[in-house]
């Protein structure tokens, strides 16, 4: 069985770093494909997929940065998933990573799990979704 992952990194350097480590597992189970840039670039990420993409995972730093880069990479990623795709993203800040009104208006549903107090800082993982009725 073969794993499809997108990476969407600044820098060919780190994904060719990821792909190498991908490569090295049992069975090479991995077809890792690579967008380098900005991830703000919302026309990249459907068109960079091949097949459809069930989830994304995110660790951008949402709470630090522009709300109008946030609307783009949030954007983004919801023009490129399916109804009831998931945007995955890990955080370390006290409050949801996208902001009510960007939720409301893209229809999101969001959860968190549980705060991971042993981690330096402590993280949370948020999982946000279009439901597929929306």
């Known amino acids: 069985m073969s794993c499809n992952i997108l990476l969407i990194l ?14 090295r597992s049992r069975g090479h189970p991995f077809k890792v494909e690579w967008v380098t840039g900005c991830a703000a670039a919302r026309n990249r990420l459907g068109s960079a997929a091949q097949g459809p993409v069930a989830a994304i995972v995110s660790s951008l730093p949402l709470l630090s940065l522009p709300a109008g880069i946030v609307q783009s990479i949030v954007g983004g990623v919801f023009e490129a998933l399916p109804r009831g795709g998931a945007l995955v993203q890990f955080t370390y800040g006290p409050t949801p990573p996208v902001p009510r009104a960007l939720r409301e208006r893209l229809h999101l549903d969001g959860a968190h799990g549980k705060r991971i107090w042993r981690n330096v800082p402590p993280a949370v993982v948020w999982t946000f979704r279009r439901p597929s009725a929306a």
Request: charge should be positive; charged fraction near 35%; aromatic fraction near 0%.
């Open 10 to 23: 600044a820098e060919a350097t780190e994904a060719r770093t990821v792909r190498r480590a991908l490569s």
